[in-house]
Protein backbone atom coordinates (compact mmCIF):
# COMPACT_ATOMS: atom_id res chain seq x y z
CA UNK A 1 0.00 0.00 0.00
CA UNK A 2 1.24 3.57 -0.70
CA UNK A 3 0.30 5.00 2.49
CA UNK A 4 2.77 2.55 4.25
CA UNK A 5 5.83 3.39 2.26
CA UNK A 6 8.63 5.25 3.94
CA UNK A 7 9.06 8.93 2.98
CA UNK A 8 12.32 9.95 1.56
CA UNK A 9 14.63 11.89 3.81
CA UNK A 10 14.55 15.05 1.72
CA UNK A 11 10.55 14.90 1.61
CA UNK A 12 10.49 14.57 5.60
CA UNK A 13 12.65 18.02 5.69
CA UNK A 14 10.99 19.43 3.46
CA UNK A 15 7.69 18.93 5.39
CA UNK A 16 9.52 19.36 9.21
CA UNK A 17 10.24 22.96 7.67
CA UNK A 18 7.63 25.02 6.21
CA UNK A 19 8.04 28.63 5.94
CA UNK A 20 5.32 30.91 7.92
CA UNK A 21 2.67 33.23 6.04
CA UNK A 22 3.77 35.94 3.77
CA UNK A 23 7.65 34.20 3.47
CA UNK A 24 6.68 31.69 0.60
CA UNK A 25 4.19 29.47 2.57
CA UNK A 26 1.43 28.84 -0.93
CA UNK A 27 4.76 27.92 -3.19
CA UNK A 28 5.92 25.80 -0.71
CA UNK A 29 2.28 23.72 -0.52
CA UNK A 30 2.77 23.27 -4.06
CA UNK A 31 6.70 22.29 -3.93
CA UNK A 32 6.01 19.72 -1.24
CA UNK A 33 2.49 18.14 -2.71
CA UNK A 34 4.93 17.58 -5.74
CA UNK A 35 7.21 15.04 -4.32
CA UNK A 36 4.16 13.16 -1.97
CA UNK A 37 2.21 12.32 -5.28
CA UNK A 38 4.43 8.95 -5.34
CA UNK A 39 3.98 8.29 -1.76
CA UNK A 40 0.77 9.26 -0.62
CA UNK A 41 -3.24 9.59 -1.94
CA UNK A 42 -4.18 13.20 -2.19
CA UNK A 43 -6.46 12.85 1.14
CA UNK A 44 -3.08 12.08 2.97
CA UNK A 45 -1.12 14.58 1.36
CA UNK A 46 -3.94 16.81 2.44
CA UNK A 47 -3.39 15.45 6.26
CA UNK A 48 0.27 15.76 5.71
CA UNK A 49 0.53 19.53 4.78
CA UNK A 50 -2.35 20.78 7.01
CA UNK A 51 -0.36 18.84 9.95
CA UNK A 52 3.08 20.75 8.81
CA UNK A 53 1.12 24.13 9.23
CA UNK A 54 -0.62 23.75 12.53
CA UNK A 55 -1.04 27.07 13.92
CA UNK A 56 -0.27 29.14 10.36
CA UNK A 57 -3.10 31.05 8.54
CA UNK A 58 -4.21 28.82 5.80
CA UNK A 59 -6.89 30.17 3.20
CA UNK A 60 -9.68 27.95 2.62
CA UNK A 61 -9.05 25.62 -0.46
CA UNK A 62 -5.43 26.42 -0.20
CA UNK A 63 -4.07 23.32 0.11
CA UNK A 64 -6.55 21.16 -1.85
CA UNK A 65 -5.67 23.26 -5.16
CA UNK A 66 -2.05 22.94 -4.42
CA UNK A 67 -2.45 19.02 -4.11
CA UNK A 68 -4.45 19.11 -7.30
CA UNK A 69 -2.09 21.79 -9.42
CA UNK A 70 0.95 19.75 -8.50
CA UNK A 71 -0.65 16.49 -9.85
CA UNK A 72 0.29 16.84 -13.94
CA UNK A 73 3.97 17.87 -12.47
CA UNK A 74 4.75 15.28 -9.66
CA UNK A 75 7.75 14.18 -8.84
CA UNK A 76 9.09 10.44 -9.98
CA UNK A 77 11.54 8.30 -7.62
CA UNK A 78 14.60 8.30 -9.97
CA UNK A 79 14.70 11.97 -10.53
CA UNK A 80 16.58 14.61 -9.44
CA UNK A 81 15.59 16.01 -5.86
CA UNK A 82 13.68 18.74 -5.45
CA UNK A 83 15.47 21.33 -4.06
CA UNK A 84 15.50 20.70 -0.56
CA UNK A 85 15.23 23.16 2.60
CA UNK A 86 18.87 24.25 3.84
CA UNK A 87 20.67 21.82 5.30
CA UNK A 88 21.66 22.24 9.22
CA UNK A 89 25.19 23.81 9.61
CA UNK A 90 28.32 21.61 11.18
CA UNK A 91 29.87 22.42 14.58
CA UNK A 92 31.54 25.83 14.63
CA UNK A 93 34.52 24.19 16.65
CA UNK A 94 36.22 27.57 16.93
CA UNK A 95 33.28 29.55 18.64
CA UNK A 96 32.12 26.66 20.58
CA UNK A 97 35.46 26.35 22.04
CA UNK A 98 35.32 30.19 23.19
CA UNK A 99 31.94 29.86 24.33
CA UNK A 100 32.98 26.49 26.72
CA UNK A 101 36.58 28.72 27.55
CA UNK A 102 34.95 32.28 28.40
CA UNK A 103 31.47 30.83 29.71
CA UNK A 104 29.86 29.39 33.11
CA UNK A 105 29.16 26.04 34.05
CA UNK A 106 26.30 23.77 35.39
CA UNK A 107 27.03 25.21 38.57
CA UNK A 108 26.68 28.96 37.25
CA UNK A 109 23.34 27.44 35.55
CA UNK A 110 21.73 26.76 38.91
CA UNK A 111 22.66 29.93 40.66
CA UNK A 112 21.44 31.78 37.90
CA UNK A 113 17.95 30.19 38.45
CA UNK A 114 15.66 32.64 39.44
CA UNK A 115 13.33 29.70 40.95
CA UNK A 116 15.39 26.96 43.18
CA UNK A 117 14.08 23.68 43.28
CA UNK A 118 16.28 22.77 46.84
CA UNK A 119 14.66 20.09 48.28
CA UNK A 120 14.35 16.24 47.44
CA UNK A 121 11.20 16.07 46.23
CA UNK A 122 9.42 15.57 42.48
CA UNK A 123 8.32 18.69 41.59
CA UNK A 124 6.99 17.98 38.11
CA UNK A 125 3.57 18.38 38.77
CA UNK A 126 3.90 22.13 39.92
CA UNK A 127 6.46 22.62 36.84
CA UNK A 128 3.45 21.45 33.97
CA UNK A 129 1.28 23.67 35.51
CA UNK A 130 3.76 26.84 35.33
CA UNK A 131 4.49 25.54 31.61
CA UNK A 132 1.25 24.67 30.32
CA UNK A 133 -1.29 26.45 32.21
CA UNK A 134 -4.90 25.59 31.96
CA UNK A 135 -6.38 22.11 31.15
CA UNK A 136 -4.22 21.49 27.98
CA UNK A 137 -4.28 18.34 25.85
CA UNK A 138 -0.82 16.92 26.80
CA UNK A 139 1.63 13.75 24.79
CA UNK A 140 3.22 11.86 27.92
CA UNK A 141 5.24 8.68 27.10
CA UNK A 142 6.58 5.65 28.86
CA UNK A 143 8.67 5.13 26.22
CA UNK A 144 8.60 5.84 22.18
CA UNK A 145 6.14 3.45 21.93
CA UNK A 146 4.03 3.77 24.96
CA UNK A 147 2.05 6.93 25.19
CA UNK A 148 -0.89 8.89 25.46
CA UNK A 149 -2.82 12.27 24.55
CA UNK A 150 -4.28 13.19 27.38
CA UNK A 151 -6.41 16.59 29.07
CA UNK A 152 -3.58 17.49 31.82
CA UNK A 153 -6.04 17.15 34.82
CA UNK A 154 -6.40 13.45 33.42
CA UNK A 155 -1.85 13.52 33.90
CA UNK A 156 -2.56 14.58 37.20
CA UNK A 157 -0.31 12.46 39.70
CA UNK A 158 1.42 10.62 37.85
CA UNK A 159 3.66 12.98 35.37
CA UNK A 160 6.59 12.69 38.04
CA UNK A 161 7.04 8.48 37.29
CA UNK A 162 7.18 9.52 33.62
CA UNK A 163 10.04 10.36 31.63
CA UNK A 164 8.49 11.62 28.11
CA UNK A 165 6.68 14.73 27.10
CA UNK A 166 5.72 16.50 23.43
CA UNK A 167 6.99 20.41 24.62
CA UNK A 168 3.91 21.43 23.18
CA UNK A 169 0.33 21.28 23.80
CA UNK A 170 -1.40 19.04 21.37
CA UNK A 171 -4.52 19.78 19.14
CA UNK A 172 -6.29 16.59 19.49
CA UNK A 173 -6.34 13.16 21.03
CA UNK A 174 -5.06 11.47 17.96
CA UNK A 175 -3.65 12.80 14.68
CA UNK A 176 -2.20 10.40 11.33
CA UNK A 177 1.13 9.64 11.01
CA UNK A 178 3.47 9.86 8.14
CA UNK A 179 2.58 6.40 7.54
CA UNK A 180 -1.20 7.25 7.63
CA UNK A 181 -2.16 5.73 10.75
CA UNK A 182 -3.80 7.16 13.65
CA UNK A 183 -1.80 7.37 16.67
CA UNK A 184 -1.86 9.79 19.63
CA UNK A 185 1.46 11.25 19.30
CA UNK A 186 1.81 12.41 15.39
CA UNK A 187 2.76 15.38 13.81
CA UNK A 188 -0.88 16.31 12.61
CA UNK A 189 -2.65 16.54 16.77
CA UNK A 190 0.52 18.25 17.52
CA UNK A 191 -0.15 22.06 18.57
CA UNK A 192 1.92 25.05 17.29
CA UNK A 193 5.27 25.40 19.01
CA UNK A 194 5.63 26.69 22.89
CA UNK A 195 9.11 25.80 23.50
CA UNK A 196 11.88 24.87 21.75
CA UNK A 197 13.98 21.99 23.12
CA UNK A 198 17.90 22.22 22.80
CA UNK A 199 19.79 18.90 23.93
CA UNK A 200 23.51 17.82 22.83
CA UNK A 201 24.25 14.13 22.25
CA UNK A 202 28.09 14.87 22.98
CA UNK A 203 30.03 17.09 25.65
CA UNK A 204 30.11 17.45 29.29
CA UNK A 205 27.06 19.12 31.25
CA UNK A 206 29.36 21.83 32.24
CA UNK A 207 29.83 22.48 28.51
CA UNK A 208 26.39 22.10 28.23
CA UNK A 209 25.53 24.71 30.29
CA UNK A 210 27.74 26.90 28.67
CA UNK A 211 25.94 26.93 25.56
CA UNK A 212 22.88 27.06 27.04
CA UNK A 213 23.66 30.14 29.17
CA UNK A 214 25.18 31.77 25.63
CA UNK A 215 21.66 30.58 23.60
CA UNK A 216 19.52 32.71 26.67
CA UNK A 217 20.96 35.93 25.21
CA UNK A 218 19.50 35.31 22.35
CA UNK A 219 16.36 33.62 23.43
CA UNK A 220 13.84 32.98 26.87
CA UNK A 221 15.02 30.24 28.74
CA UNK A 222 12.39 28.97 30.92
CA UNK A 223 14.20 25.42 31.50
CA UNK A 224 17.05 23.19 31.97
CA UNK A 225 17.35 19.46 32.92
CA UNK A 226 19.26 17.37 32.85
CA UNK A 227 18.30 13.80 31.42
CA UNK A 228 19.17 11.50 33.87
CA UNK A 229 21.75 10.29 31.20
CA UNK A 230 24.48 12.52 29.82
CA UNK A 231 23.07 15.65 29.04
CA UNK A 232 21.11 18.54 29.45
CA UNK A 233 17.87 19.84 27.96
CA UNK A 234 17.71 23.79 27.61
CA UNK A 235 13.33 24.71 27.21
CA UNK A 236 13.17 27.81 25.05
CA UNK A 237 9.99 29.77 25.04
CA UNK A 238 8.67 30.24 21.61
CA UNK A 239 4.93 30.70 21.56
CA UNK A 240 3.80 33.31 19.07
CA UNK A 241 7.21 33.34 17.17
CA UNK A 242 7.64 32.37 13.09
CA UNK A 243 9.23 28.93 11.62
CA UNK A 244 12.01 31.15 10.21
CA UNK A 245 13.24 33.06 13.29
CA UNK A 246 13.26 29.59 15.09
CA UNK A 247 15.21 27.60 12.26
CA UNK A 248 17.71 30.41 12.24
CA UNK A 249 17.96 30.35 16.46
CA UNK A 250 18.33 26.10 16.29
CA UNK A 251 20.91 26.78 13.38
CA UNK A 252 23.06 28.54 15.37
CA UNK A 253 22.04 26.07 18.21
CA UNK A 254 23.02 22.99 15.91
CA UNK A 255 26.39 25.12 15.01
CA UNK A 256 27.65 24.87 18.84
CA UNK A 257 26.62 21.26 19.27
CA UNK A 258 23.36 20.73 19.46
CA UNK A 259 21.52 18.12 18.32
CA UNK A 260 18.50 18.80 15.42
CA UNK A 261 16.56 16.28 16.37
CA UNK A 262 14.24 18.05 18.85
CA UNK A 263 13.51 20.56 15.49
CA UNK A 264 10.43 18.35 14.93
CA UNK A 265 7.65 19.49 16.78
CA UNK A 266 6.16 16.58 17.85
CA UNK A 267 9.76 14.99 19.30
CA UNK A 268 9.66 13.69 22.17
CA UNK A 269 11.38 15.13 25.25
CA UNK A 270 12.53 14.30 28.57
CA UNK A 271 9.92 15.31 31.02
CA UNK A 272 10.79 17.71 33.72
CA UNK A 273 11.59 16.20 37.11
CA UNK A 274 10.48 12.93 35.50
CA UNK A 275 12.00 9.69 36.44
CA UNK A 276 13.64 7.99 33.53
CA UNK A 277 13.29 3.84 33.11
CA UNK A 278 16.35 3.40 34.65
CA UNK A 279 15.23 5.01 37.59
CA UNK A 280 17.24 7.96 37.06
CA UNK A 281 15.55 11.64 37.91
CA UNK A 282 15.83 13.97 35.27
CA UNK A 283 16.46 16.62 37.81
CA UNK A 284 15.80 20.61 37.00
CA UNK A 285 18.59 22.95 37.20
CA UNK A 286 17.40 26.28 36.14
CA UNK A 287 13.58 27.24 36.33
CA UNK A 288 12.06 31.16 34.94
CA UNK A 289 8.16 30.33 34.88
CA UNK A 290 7.90 34.21 34.56
CA UNK A 291 9.08 34.01 30.51
CA UNK A 292 6.30 31.63 29.77
CA UNK A 293 3.56 34.71 31.09
Not at 244 to 249: A, G, P, Q, S, T
Not at 264 to 270: A, K, L, N, P
Request: aromatic content about 8%.
Amino acid sequence: MIATKELPQFVRDLLSSPPARGEGLNNWFYRVARVLHPYRSDEEINLLLQAATAGERVKPGEIVRAVEHSRATAWRPGQVAVETVAKWPSVNQEQRAAILRDGGGLVDLWEWSPVRLNDNEAHSEEIIDRLFPGNPLLCVGKSNSEFATRARKQWRGRLNGLPLIVPSPMLARAGATQEGKQSEHALQNTGPRKFLVIEFDHGTADEHAAVLLHLAERGPLALALHSGGKSLHGWFHCAGQSEEKLRRFMCFAVSLGADRATWTRSQFVRMPDGTRANGNRQTVYFFNPEVVQ
